[in-house]
Protein backbone atom coordinates (compact mmCIF):
# COMPACT_ATOMS: atom_id res chain seq x y z
CA UNK A 1 0.00 0.00 0.00
CA UNK A 2 1.31 3.46 -0.92
CA UNK A 3 1.08 6.53 1.25
CA UNK A 4 -2.17 8.41 0.55
CA UNK A 5 -3.36 5.45 -1.78
CA UNK A 6 -7.00 6.71 -1.97
CA UNK A 7 -7.94 9.74 -0.56
CA UNK A 8 -11.61 10.38 -0.81
CA UNK A 9 -13.37 13.44 0.84
CA UNK A 10 -17.30 12.87 0.03
CA UNK A 11 -19.87 16.37 0.96
CA UNK A 12 -23.09 17.17 -0.84
CA UNK A 13 -21.17 20.18 -2.08
CA UNK A 14 -17.95 19.63 -4.45
CA UNK A 15 -16.83 23.14 -2.89
CA UNK A 16 -17.10 22.24 0.65
CA UNK A 17 -15.38 19.05 -0.31
CA UNK A 18 -12.50 20.60 -1.84
CA UNK A 19 -12.10 22.82 1.86
CA UNK A 20 -11.63 19.84 3.84
CA UNK A 21 -9.71 17.96 1.62
CA UNK A 22 -7.04 21.23 2.28
CA UNK A 23 -8.13 21.24 6.04
CA UNK A 24 -7.11 17.62 6.12
CA UNK A 25 -4.08 17.48 3.76
CA UNK A 26 -2.63 20.39 5.87
CA UNK A 27 -3.61 18.48 9.50
CA UNK A 28 -1.91 15.23 7.63
CA UNK A 29 1.42 16.98 6.91
CA UNK A 30 1.50 19.11 10.67
CA UNK A 31 1.09 15.78 12.63
CA UNK A 32 3.46 14.31 10.37
CA UNK A 33 1.20 11.46 9.72
CA UNK A 34 0.63 11.30 5.91
CA UNK A 35 3.47 8.30 5.55
CA UNK A 36 1.59 6.44 7.89
CA UNK A 37 -1.78 6.91 6.14
CA UNK A 38 -2.47 4.41 3.33
CA UNK A 39 -6.56 5.05 2.48
CA UNK A 40 -8.35 7.80 3.87
CA UNK A 41 -12.26 8.44 3.59
CA UNK A 42 -14.07 11.17 4.58
CA UNK A 43 -17.88 11.80 4.53
CA UNK A 44 -19.25 14.90 5.53
CA UNK A 45 -23.50 16.04 5.97
CA UNK A 46 -23.46 19.59 7.80
CA UNK A 47 -26.94 19.19 7.26
CA UNK A 48 -27.30 15.99 9.60
CA UNK A 49 -23.88 17.91 11.93
CA UNK A 50 -22.30 14.55 11.07
CA UNK A 51 -18.53 14.20 10.30
CA UNK A 52 -16.99 10.28 9.76
CA UNK A 53 -14.11 9.15 8.88
CA UNK A 54 -12.04 6.16 8.50
CA UNK A 55 -8.62 5.60 7.70
CA UNK A 56 -6.38 2.24 6.92
CA UNK A 57 -2.75 2.46 8.23
CA UNK A 58 -0.20 1.31 6.14
CA UNK A 59 2.69 -0.51 8.21
CA UNK A 60 4.79 1.90 9.79
CA UNK A 61 5.31 -0.81 12.82
CA UNK A 62 9.01 -1.30 12.22
CA UNK A 63 11.25 -0.07 14.99
CA UNK A 64 14.06 1.94 14.29
CA UNK A 65 17.43 0.15 15.68
CA UNK A 66 20.33 1.98 15.27
CA UNK A 67 22.24 0.72 12.62
CA UNK A 68 19.14 2.09 10.33
CA UNK A 69 20.23 5.26 11.09
CA UNK A 70 23.95 5.55 11.41
CA UNK A 71 27.16 3.39 11.22
CA UNK A 72 28.52 2.21 14.41
CA UNK A 73 32.00 1.41 14.38
CA UNK A 74 34.07 -0.39 17.33
CA UNK A 75 37.79 1.20 18.00
CA UNK A 76 39.45 -1.28 20.48
CA UNK A 77 42.78 0.85 20.44
CA UNK A 78 41.41 3.71 21.73
CA UNK A 79 38.65 2.05 23.95
CA UNK A 80 35.60 3.60 21.92
CA UNK A 81 32.31 2.91 19.61
CA UNK A 82 32.41 5.69 17.20
CA UNK A 83 28.63 6.34 15.84
CA UNK A 84 28.28 8.10 12.25
CA UNK A 85 24.90 9.67 11.53
CA UNK A 86 22.96 9.07 8.84
CA UNK A 87 19.81 10.11 9.71
CA UNK A 88 19.85 12.97 11.87
CA UNK A 89 15.65 13.14 13.09
CA UNK A 90 15.88 10.35 15.72
CA UNK A 91 19.36 11.65 17.63
CA UNK A 92 17.35 12.96 20.77
CA UNK A 93 16.03 9.76 20.81
CA UNK A 94 19.28 7.43 20.55
CA UNK A 95 21.13 10.11 22.85
CA UNK A 96 18.98 9.82 25.46
CA UNK A 97 19.50 6.18 25.25
CA UNK A 98 22.89 6.32 25.18
CA UNK A 99 22.98 8.86 28.39
CA UNK A 100 21.29 6.11 30.40
CA UNK A 101 23.38 3.34 29.58
CA UNK A 102 27.13 5.05 29.62
CA UNK A 103 26.38 8.22 31.37
CA UNK A 104 26.88 11.96 29.83
CA UNK A 105 30.60 12.05 30.57
CA UNK A 106 31.63 8.86 28.90
CA UNK A 107 29.81 10.48 25.55
CA UNK A 108 30.89 13.03 23.70
CA UNK A 109 29.70 14.90 19.87
CA UNK A 110 32.83 15.82 17.85
CA UNK A 111 30.81 17.08 15.33
CA UNK A 112 26.79 16.67 14.36
CA UNK A 113 26.95 13.42 12.84
CA UNK A 114 29.26 11.83 15.10
CA UNK A 115 29.06 10.37 18.81
CA UNK A 116 32.08 8.80 20.26
CA UNK A 117 31.84 6.56 23.54
CA UNK A 118 34.24 5.56 25.57
CA UNK A 119 34.28 1.74 27.16
CA UNK A 120 36.07 -0.81 28.27
CA UNK A 121 34.43 -3.23 25.78
CA UNK A 122 34.33 -1.02 22.32
CA UNK A 123 33.74 -4.44 20.81
CA UNK A 124 30.65 -5.75 22.25
CA UNK A 125 29.23 -2.54 23.16
CA UNK A 126 28.87 -1.41 19.44
CA UNK A 127 27.24 -4.96 18.71
CA UNK A 128 24.71 -3.99 21.36
CA UNK A 129 24.59 -0.63 19.93
CA UNK A 130 23.66 -1.62 16.28
CA UNK A 131 20.95 -3.62 17.55
CA UNK A 132 19.16 -1.20 20.36
CA UNK A 133 16.29 0.33 19.35
CA UNK A 134 15.94 4.30 19.32
CA UNK A 135 12.85 4.62 18.41
CA UNK A 136 9.04 3.15 17.43
CA UNK A 137 7.21 4.87 15.39
CA UNK A 138 3.74 3.01 16.56
CA UNK A 139 3.74 4.73 20.04
CA UNK A 140 2.88 7.59 19.46
CA UNK A 141 0.76 6.59 16.30
CA UNK A 142 -2.81 6.29 18.21
CA UNK A 143 -2.02 9.80 19.88
CA UNK A 144 -1.31 11.76 16.91
CA UNK A 145 -4.08 9.49 15.03
CA UNK A 146 -6.77 11.12 17.49
CA UNK A 147 -5.49 14.86 17.63
CA UNK A 148 -5.73 14.63 13.77
CA UNK A 149 -9.32 13.55 13.97
CA UNK A 150 -9.88 16.01 16.46
CA UNK A 151 -8.28 18.92 14.45
CA UNK A 152 -10.17 17.79 11.26
CA UNK A 153 -13.65 17.91 12.50
CA UNK A 154 -15.56 20.98 12.99
CA UNK A 155 -15.08 22.06 15.71
CA UNK A 156 -18.52 21.92 17.31
CA UNK A 157 -19.09 18.40 16.43
CA UNK A 158 -18.28 17.39 20.16
CA UNK A 159 -20.19 14.04 20.48
CA UNK A 160 -17.74 11.30 19.31
CA UNK A 161 -16.90 7.80 18.59
CA UNK A 162 -13.83 6.51 17.62
CA UNK A 163 -12.81 2.96 17.23
CA UNK A 164 -8.16 2.16 16.46
CA UNK A 165 -8.06 -1.64 15.77
CA UNK A 166 -4.99 -3.35 13.90
CA UNK A 167 -4.26 -0.91 11.11
CA UNK A 168 -8.00 0.74 10.78
CA UNK A 169 -9.41 3.67 11.99
CA UNK A 170 -13.06 4.90 12.33
CA UNK A 171 -13.82 8.06 13.63
CA UNK A 172 -17.53 9.51 13.49
CA UNK A 173 -18.53 12.63 15.14
CA UNK A 174 -21.71 14.85 15.36
CA UNK A 175 -23.05 17.69 17.22
CA UNK A 176 -26.30 15.48 18.19
CA UNK A 177 -26.35 11.80 20.36
CA UNK A 178 -24.68 9.72 17.88
CA UNK A 179 -26.97 7.33 16.09
CA UNK A 180 -26.07 4.17 15.65
CA UNK A 181 -26.96 3.56 11.65
CA UNK A 182 -24.02 6.47 11.67
CA UNK A 183 -21.42 4.50 13.26
CA UNK A 184 -22.51 1.05 11.08
CA UNK A 185 -22.52 3.75 8.02
CA UNK A 186 -19.04 4.13 9.20
CA UNK A 187 -18.27 0.46 9.11
CA UNK A 188 -19.52 0.33 5.72
CA UNK A 189 -17.07 2.67 4.26
CA UNK A 190 -14.45 0.71 5.81
CA UNK A 191 -15.25 -2.54 4.54
CA UNK A 192 -15.61 -0.73 1.51
CA UNK A 193 -12.29 1.07 1.54
CA UNK A 194 -10.18 -2.31 2.65
CA UNK A 195 -11.80 -4.05 -0.75
CA UNK A 196 -10.98 -1.19 -2.79
CA UNK A 197 -7.19 -1.94 -2.27
CA UNK A 198 -7.88 -5.63 -3.41
CA UNK A 199 -7.90 -5.17 -7.11
CA UNK B 1 -12.97 72.69 10.18
CA UNK B 2 -9.73 71.01 8.59
CA UNK B 3 -10.76 68.38 6.59
CA UNK B 4 -8.23 65.86 8.09
CA UNK B 5 -7.06 62.30 6.04
CA UNK B 6 -5.48 59.66 7.54
CA UNK B 7 -1.97 58.29 6.04
CA UNK B 8 0.75 55.60 7.23
CA UNK B 9 4.30 56.65 6.99
CA UNK B 10 6.61 54.05 7.20
CA UNK B 11 10.52 54.55 7.02
CA UNK B 12 13.99 54.83 9.05
CA UNK B 13 14.23 55.85 12.91
CA UNK B 14 16.33 58.51 11.19
CA UNK B 15 14.75 61.85 12.11
CA UNK B 16 11.38 60.72 12.08
CA UNK B 17 10.93 63.36 14.87
CA UNK B 18 11.04 66.30 11.89
CA UNK B 19 7.59 64.43 10.69
CA UNK B 20 5.96 64.88 13.70
CA UNK B 21 7.32 68.26 14.31
CA UNK B 22 5.65 68.84 11.09
CA UNK B 23 2.51 67.09 12.14
CA UNK B 24 2.47 69.60 15.68
CA UNK B 25 2.92 72.98 13.01
CA UNK B 26 0.26 71.79 10.69
CA UNK B 27 -2.27 71.00 13.15
CA UNK B 28 -2.67 67.53 12.94
CA UNK B 29 -2.37 64.19 14.59
CA UNK B 30 0.03 61.61 15.45
CA UNK B 31 -2.25 59.12 16.03
CA UNK B 32 0.45 55.90 16.42
CA UNK B 33 4.08 55.59 16.42
CA UNK B 34 5.40 52.13 16.18
CA UNK B 35 9.48 51.53 16.48
CA UNK B 36 10.81 48.22 15.09
CA UNK B 37 14.06 48.34 15.52
CA UNK B 38 15.46 50.56 12.96
CA UNK B 39 12.02 51.16 11.31
CA UNK B 40 9.18 53.44 12.07
CA UNK B 41 5.85 53.39 11.29
CA UNK B 42 3.50 56.30 11.75
CA UNK B 43 -0.22 56.35 11.88
CA UNK B 44 -1.63 59.97 11.46
CA UNK B 45 -4.44 62.63 10.04
CA UNK B 46 -3.06 65.44 8.18
CA UNK B 47 -5.03 68.02 6.90
CA UNK B 48 -5.96 67.87 3.49
CA UNK B 49 -4.82 71.10 2.07
CA UNK B 50 -1.18 70.42 3.34
CA UNK B 51 -0.35 66.94 2.05
CA UNK B 52 1.90 67.64 -0.17
CA UNK B 53 4.02 69.37 2.07
CA UNK B 54 4.34 65.89 4.38
CA UNK B 55 4.68 64.07 1.36
CA UNK B 56 7.57 66.29 -0.12
CA UNK B 57 9.38 65.75 3.56
CA UNK B 58 8.82 61.94 3.60
CA UNK B 59 10.29 61.83 0.39
CA UNK B 60 12.93 63.94 1.32
CA UNK B 61 13.55 61.08 4.68
CA UNK B 62 13.43 58.49 2.10
CA UNK B 63 10.14 56.94 3.50
CA UNK B 64 6.89 55.64 2.18
CA UNK B 65 3.68 57.63 2.66
CA UNK B 66 0.56 55.98 1.77
CA UNK B 67 -3.19 56.39 2.31
CA UNK B 68 -4.32 54.46 5.39
CA UNK B 69 -8.10 54.35 5.14
CA UNK B 70 -9.01 52.13 8.38
CA UNK B 71 -6.96 54.63 10.68
CA UNK B 72 -9.02 55.42 13.53
CA UNK B 73 -10.85 52.15 13.37
CA UNK B 74 -11.32 49.63 15.59
CA UNK B 75 -12.55 46.58 14.43
CA UNK B 76 -13.45 43.47 16.59
CA UNK B 77 -12.41 40.30 15.11
CA UNK B 78 -14.96 37.46 16.27
CA UNK B 79 -14.25 33.31 16.17
CA UNK B 80 -16.60 31.12 17.30
CA UNK B 81 -14.16 30.04 19.81
CA UNK B 82 -10.15 30.31 20.67
CA UNK B 83 -9.23 26.88 19.85
CA UNK B 84 -7.10 25.31 17.51
CA UNK B 85 -9.60 25.05 14.57
CA UNK B 86 -9.87 28.85 13.74
CA UNK B 87 -6.93 30.02 15.22
CA UNK B 88 -3.99 31.21 14.07
CA UNK B 89 -5.48 30.18 11.11
CA UNK B 90 -7.63 31.99 9.91
CA UNK B 91 -9.11 34.14 12.15
CA UNK B 92 -5.65 36.27 13.10
CA UNK B 93 -4.36 36.48 9.34
CA UNK B 94 -7.79 38.55 9.00
CA UNK B 95 -7.01 40.73 12.10
CA UNK B 96 -3.67 41.16 10.82
CA UNK B 97 -4.52 42.07 7.54
CA UNK B 98 -7.07 44.33 8.38
CA UNK B 99 -3.86 46.31 10.54
CA UNK B 100 -2.19 47.21 7.19
CA UNK B 101 -4.23 49.82 6.24
CA UNK B 102 -4.23 51.25 10.24
CA UNK B 103 -6.93 49.55 12.20
CA UNK B 104 -6.78 48.36 15.41
CA UNK B 105 -7.94 44.89 15.97
CA UNK B 106 -8.77 42.91 19.04
CA UNK B 107 -9.71 39.30 18.60
CA UNK B 108 -12.42 37.73 20.46
CA UNK B 109 -12.85 34.36 20.60
CA UNK B 110 -16.85 33.54 21.88
CA UNK B 111 -17.19 31.33 24.82
CA UNK B 112 -19.60 28.69 23.51
CA UNK B 113 -19.91 29.99 19.73
CA UNK B 114 -19.13 27.03 18.06
CA UNK B 115 -21.79 24.38 16.63
CA UNK B 116 -24.77 24.84 14.91
CA UNK B 117 -27.51 23.89 17.49
CA UNK B 118 -25.79 25.00 20.30
CA UNK B 119 -23.87 28.23 19.23
CA UNK B 120 -24.19 31.45 21.37
CA UNK B 121 -23.39 34.41 23.12
CA UNK B 122 -23.36 36.00 25.89
CA UNK B 123 -24.78 39.43 26.82
CA UNK B 124 -21.15 39.95 27.85
CA UNK B 125 -19.59 38.98 24.67
CA UNK B 126 -22.01 41.13 22.55
CA UNK B 127 -21.50 44.53 24.72
CA UNK B 128 -17.73 44.03 24.46
CA UNK B 129 -18.17 43.82 20.57
CA UNK B 130 -20.85 46.98 20.60
CA UNK B 131 -17.62 48.72 21.69
CA UNK B 132 -15.96 48.61 18.16
CA UNK B 133 -17.07 50.17 15.43
CA UNK B 134 -17.00 47.28 12.79
CA UNK B 135 -17.40 43.66 13.74
CA UNK B 136 -15.78 40.84 11.70
CA UNK B 137 -16.97 36.88 12.28
CA UNK B 138 -14.83 34.66 10.63
CA UNK B 139 -16.45 31.46 9.99
CA UNK B 140 -16.31 27.89 8.63
CA UNK B 141 -16.69 26.44 5.39
CA UNK B 142 -20.49 24.91 5.32
CA UNK B 143 -22.93 27.27 3.50
CA UNK B 144 -25.67 25.62 4.49
CA UNK B 145 -23.91 26.66 8.12
CA UNK B 146 -23.35 30.68 7.48
CA UNK B 147 -26.56 31.23 6.17
CA UNK B 148 -29.17 29.66 8.46
CA UNK B 149 -26.78 28.33 11.90
CA UNK B 150 -24.80 30.77 12.53
CA UNK B 151 -26.58 34.38 12.19
CA UNK B 152 -27.70 34.05 15.66
CA UNK B 153 -24.64 34.81 16.45
CA UNK B 154 -25.60 38.80 15.27
CA UNK B 155 -28.36 38.95 17.40
CA UNK B 156 -28.30 41.98 19.85
CA UNK B 157 -25.19 43.48 17.78
CA UNK B 158 -24.95 47.39 16.71
CA UNK B 159 -22.35 47.74 14.59
CA UNK B 160 -21.71 46.65 11.47
CA UNK B 161 -21.49 43.05 10.72
CA UNK B 162 -18.96 41.86 7.93
CA UNK B 163 -18.45 37.87 7.71
CA UNK B 164 -16.05 35.62 6.25
CA UNK B 165 -16.03 32.21 5.46
CA UNK B 166 -14.96 29.17 2.95
CA UNK B 167 -17.90 29.58 -0.06
CA UNK B 168 -17.42 31.68 -2.27
CA UNK B 169 -20.55 31.70 -4.53
CA UNK B 170 -22.94 32.94 -1.39
CA UNK B 171 -24.69 36.40 -1.78
CA UNK B 172 -24.19 38.82 1.24
CA UNK B 173 -27.63 39.31 1.27
CA UNK B 174 -28.38 35.60 1.85
CA UNK B 175 -27.03 35.81 5.33
CA UNK B 176 -29.54 37.32 7.29
CA UNK B 177 -27.74 40.29 9.31
CA UNK B 178 -24.38 40.64 7.56
CA UNK B 179 -23.68 44.18 6.09
CA UNK B 180 -20.80 42.42 3.94
CA UNK B 181 -19.85 39.00 3.36
CA UNK B 182 -16.33 37.39 1.97
CA UNK B 183 -15.36 34.40 0.46
CA UNK B 184 -12.53 32.07 0.24
CA UNK B 185 -11.25 32.98 3.77
CA UNK B 186 -13.20 29.70 5.50
CA UNK B 187 -11.56 27.70 8.03
CA UNK B 188 -8.07 26.60 7.06
CA UNK B 189 -4.80 24.58 8.93
CA UNK B 190 -2.20 26.57 6.69
CA UNK B 191 -1.43 30.12 6.50
CA UNK B 192 -3.27 32.52 4.16
CA UNK B 193 -1.27 33.04 1.27
CA UNK B 194 -2.37 31.27 -1.88
CA UNK B 195 -3.22 33.99 -4.41
CA UNK B 196 -6.96 33.73 -4.10
CA UNK B 197 -6.35 34.09 -0.26
CA UNK B 198 -4.59 37.24 -0.58
CA UNK B 199 -7.41 38.63 -2.60
CA UNK B 200 -9.62 37.24 -0.22
CA UNK B 201 -8.22 39.56 2.61
CA UNK B 202 -7.41 42.61 -0.34
CA UNK B 203 -11.25 42.52 -1.08
CA UNK B 204 -11.98 41.72 3.14
CA UNK B 205 -9.52 45.37 3.55
CA UNK B 206 -11.95 46.94 0.12
CA UNK B 207 -15.32 46.12 1.95
CA UNK B 208 -14.66 46.57 5.61
CA UNK B 209 -12.88 50.94 4.59
CA UNK B 210 -16.19 51.14 2.24
CA UNK B 211 -17.81 50.62 5.41
CA UNK B 212 -15.82 52.93 7.81
CA UNK B 213 -16.19 55.56 5.29
CA UNK B 214 -20.00 55.48 5.08
CA UNK B 215 -20.21 55.83 8.64
CA UNK B 216 -18.28 58.54 8.49
CA UNK B 217 -20.68 59.97 5.94
CA UNK B 218 -22.83 59.68 8.22
CA UNK B 219 -21.18 61.08 10.91
CA UNK B 220 -20.47 64.41 8.73
CA UNK B 221 -24.25 64.93 8.57
CA UNK B 222 -24.50 65.82 12.08
CA UNK B 223 -20.66 66.45 13.31
CA UNK B 224 -18.81 64.65 16.59
CA UNK B 225 -18.81 67.29 19.15
CA UNK B 226 -14.90 67.10 19.02
CA UNK B 227 -12.78 65.13 16.97
CA UNK B 228 -11.72 61.57 18.58
CA UNK B 229 -8.06 62.86 17.36
CA UNK B 230 -8.11 65.77 19.65
CA UNK B 231 -9.64 64.68 22.85
CA UNK B 232 -6.98 62.01 22.44
CA UNK B 233 -4.34 64.53 22.04
CA UNK B 234 -5.46 66.29 25.61
CA UNK B 235 -5.49 62.94 27.24
CA UNK B 236 -1.85 62.54 26.19
CA UNK B 237 -1.29 66.06 27.26
CA UNK B 238 -3.08 66.56 30.69
CA UNK B 239 -2.71 62.38 31.96
CA UNK B 240 0.64 61.59 32.28
CA UNK B 241 0.36 58.56 33.41
CA UNK B 242 -0.62 56.97 29.65
CA UNK B 243 2.77 56.87 28.54
CA UNK B 244 3.47 54.57 31.00
CA UNK B 245 1.03 52.14 29.81
CA UNK B 246 2.38 49.08 28.01
CA UNK B 247 -0.43 47.83 26.31
CA UNK B 248 -0.24 48.38 22.38
CA UNK B 249 -2.03 51.34 21.81
CA UNK B 250 -2.23 52.89 25.08
CA UNK B 251 -5.34 55.10 23.06
CA UNK B 252 -7.12 53.51 20.64
CA UNK B 253 -8.83 55.70 18.72
CA UNK B 254 -12.62 55.10 17.49
CA UNK B 255 -14.93 56.87 14.95
CA UNK B 256 -16.77 58.17 17.12
CA UNK B 257 -14.82 57.73 20.77
CA UNK B 258 -11.59 56.68 22.14
CA UNK B 259 -10.44 53.77 24.69
CA UNK B 260 -8.21 54.76 27.24
CA UNK B 261 -6.28 51.64 28.45
CA UNK B 262 -6.52 52.83 32.18
CA UNK B 263 -8.12 51.64 35.24
CA UNK B 264 -11.76 53.15 35.13
CA UNK B 265 -12.17 53.90 39.06
CA UNK B 266 -8.56 55.03 39.39
CA UNK B 267 -8.58 57.45 36.43
CA UNK B 268 -12.36 58.14 35.19
CA UNK B 269 -12.38 61.75 37.32
CA UNK B 270 -9.58 62.76 35.90
CA UNK B 271 -10.18 62.14 32.16
CA UNK B 272 -13.93 63.46 33.09
CA UNK B 273 -12.76 66.79 34.11
CA UNK B 274 -10.25 67.34 31.88
CA UNK B 275 -10.27 70.84 30.27
CA UNK B 276 -9.96 72.36 26.59
CA UNK B 277 -8.89 75.70 25.60
CA UNK B 278 -12.12 76.42 24.83
CA UNK B 279 -13.47 76.30 28.49
CA UNK B 280 -15.57 72.71 28.21
CA UNK B 281 -14.72 69.80 30.58
CA UNK B 282 -14.99 66.25 28.40
CA UNK B 283 -17.42 65.21 30.67
CA UNK B 284 -19.98 67.44 28.65
CA UNK B 285 -18.80 66.86 25.32
CA UNK B 286 -18.58 63.08 25.71
CA UNK B 287 -20.26 59.66 27.86
CA UNK B 288 -17.34 58.16 29.90
CA UNK B 289 -18.15 54.43 30.20
CA UNK B 290 -16.39 51.48 32.48
CA UNK B 291 -15.36 49.59 29.53
CA UNK B 292 -15.92 45.70 28.83
CA UNK B 293 -12.27 44.80 27.84
CA UNK B 294 -10.23 45.03 31.75
CA UNK B 295 -11.99 47.83 33.24
CA UNK B 296 -10.56 50.09 30.89
CA UNK B 297 -12.59 53.60 30.14
CA UNK B 298 -14.93 53.93 26.88
CA UNK B 299 -15.23 57.30 25.62
CA UNK B 300 -18.05 57.80 23.90
CA UNK B 301 -18.12 61.50 21.95
CA UNK B 302 -21.61 62.86 21.75
CA UNK B 303 -22.38 65.04 18.37
CA UNK B 304 -22.76 68.28 17.79
CA UNK B 305 -27.20 68.07 18.32
CA UNK B 306 -26.87 66.42 21.10
CA UNK B 307 -24.51 69.21 23.24
CA UNK B 308 -25.62 72.07 21.32
CA UNK B 309 -21.97 73.29 19.87
CA UNK B 310 -18.59 71.90 18.68
CA UNK B 311 -15.19 72.60 19.34
Known amino acids: MDSLETFVVESAIDSEQEFYRKIIEDNLASLKLAPAVGRIKVVLRPEDSLFQMVIILRDVGTRVTTIDIADVEAKPVAGEVMISIKKEQYIPELLGKLWERYGKANISQPDRWTVAIITDKPAEEAAFIREMMVADPRHRLHENLVDFAIRATPEGFRVRYHLYKDNRFVFVASEEALKHEWIEEAGVMLDELTEGGKK | ?311
Open chain 2, 1 to 311: MAVLRPYLYTGGVHKHGLLIELMEDLGGYIIQKVVTGTEVNLIMLVPEKDIHIVKQLSDELLGVLIEAPLTGVEIAVVSPTLASHHLPHSACDVAEYLRHPGANTNMIGLARGMGRRVSLSMDYERRLINEHDIAVFTFGSFSDCITRKKPKLFEGIEVPIVVTGGPVDLKTEEIPGADLYIGNIGRVSHRLRRTEEINALDRLNEGVSKIADNIRKQQAKDPLAVLPARAMKEIENQVPEIHRVLSPAPLTLQLDGIRVKLPYDEFHEKIEKMEFDEGVNLSELANIFRSKMKNYILIKIKSKSDVGFAI
